[in-house]
């Protein structure tokens, strides 16, 4: 491979995914490294005025400034827009800072935005709170009542918002059927596929419009640093998020990006592997709880659905054991899998999202969102699932189940 050639759309876009997320938005130096360079640098050098001149005024390539360039975090990007099926791509610093510049970027006072209900305790927050102090009215609905999303259109509705499957409940939305509403109304889409992410699920390839992640979780894949990524096409990425991007500077670190760019060499793996042992952990421990969502077993509503629109269901899924004080048992009960409020990771991680990752929400939005006192949300790893269900097993057990 040449030194330029994971940059090359013309010959990267026919790699197959595995090849992609290896060598895809490679960019080796004049020093010809096998590992992608770091560049650790805020600003950059020039050999004469103009050509600084004319690379502000957008009239010929190079970096400016590492708040809006990067060599380390281009190469980021464009291997994250690659895999993903995008024209272009921007990092963040973390998955809140790509959501929350996915949403603001292109909304104003005046604006609506319908979201679903189930989600991440911070995604609800920018729709319950933030957006609304700025006058943009949002509304929420059941992600599952198809019908639910044209219902909820007004004549000025800008976004829809949702992830898919949902933060903690496992919620799954029908991408083609929201994204052909969407559409058809001249909404954009901006969809959270943190819990997929391109190696299992590609909402572009339905009909999204924007694809926005933490790329803290799977894309990274070994709890190390927090980063985000937003995906769409290159004049919506160009005219609507960079200005944003530009001028407030929710900008990822050249060093996290380096990390999440080797990351990703391992997703499909990691991401695969981590989805059969949570299918099977799943069926191991069903008939041990009063619930269990995991769109990768029989039992949840829409796992036709999720079948046909994942190659796989991913490493997470929840349960729920009736009240706090047996969840909190079961949680002191674990050995092996680690207490954390984190996902994604190759370890197997296990938290109360009532009491950390949604503990900011009124009981009112947790009720509705289906985050009982009782539902853990569990993480499936790397470990061997032998070790993982005698772990789960035991604390079951301990804890009355």
């Known amino acids: 491979m040449k030194k330029t050639t994971g940059m090359d759309r013309s010959v990267t876009s026919k790699w197959r995914p595995a090849t992609q997320a290896v060598r895809g938005g490679t960019w080796r130096s004049e020093q010809g490294e096998t590992s992608e360079a770091m560049f650790l640098t805020s600003g950059y050098t ?22 809006l360039q990067n060599p380390t975090v281009a190469m980021l990007e464009e291997r994250i827009a690659l895999m993903e099926g995008a024209e272009a791509c921007r990092a ?11 949403l603001l970027c292109q909304v104003s006072a005046g604006d609506h935005v319908v979201g679903a209900r189930a989600a991440f305790g911070s995604c609800r927050w920018l729709l319950d709170h933030l957006l ?46 929201v994204c052909g509403v969407a559409r058809a109304h001249g909404i954009t889409t901006v969809v959270d596929n943190a819990f997929a992410t391109s ?32 995906c769409g096409s290159q004049e919506w990425i160009d005219e609507v998020l960079l200005p944003f991007q530009r001028n407030t500077g929710p900008n990822i670190s050249p060093f996290n990006a380096w990390v999440v760019h080797k990351g990703l060499e391992t997703l499909d793996l990691r991401a695969r592997r981590q989805s059969e042992n949570a299918v099977e952990l799943g069926k191991f421990v069903e008939s041990r709880v009063p619930k269990i969502l995991h769109p990768g077993l029989p039992s949840h509503p829409r796992h036709e659905l999720a079948q046909a629109q994942m190659v796989a269901t991913g490493p997470i899924f929840a349960l729920d054991v009736g009240d706090r004080a047996t969840a909190f048992a079961l949680l002191d009960a674990l050995e092996l899998v680690d207490i954390s409020n984190n996902i994604g990771d190759a370890r197997s991680l296990m938290c109360h999202p009532a009491s950390t990752t949604h503990a900011g929400m009124s009981q009112e939005a947790r009720d509705e969102m289906g985050v009982t006192e009782g539902l853990l949300r569990i993480n499936v790893g790397l470990e061997d699932v032998e070790d993982i269900k005698e772990d789960l097993d035991r604390a079951l057990a301990t804890a009355g189940l």
């Open 46 to 67: 020039y050999d004469d005025a103009q050509t600084v001149a004319d690379r502000f005024a957008g009239e010929a390539a190079g970096m400016t400034y590492s708040r």
């Open 199 to 230: 190696a299992l699920q590609k909402p572009m390839e339905f009909g999204a419009d924007v694809v926005a992640y933490s790329a803290t979780k799977l894309m990274d894949g070994q709890g190390r640093v927090l980063a985000g990524a937003v």
């Open 92 to 102: 963040q610093a973390s998955g809140m800072a790509a959501m929350t510049t996915a």
């Open 132 to 177: 609304p102090r700025f006058g943009i009215e949002t509304t929420v609905v059941d992600s599952a009542d198809d019908d639910a999303w044209e219902a909820a259109i007004r004549p000025n509705t800008k976004v829809f918002f949702f992830e898919t499957p949902a933060n903690p409940t496992l919620d799954v939305v029908d991408l083609a059927h």
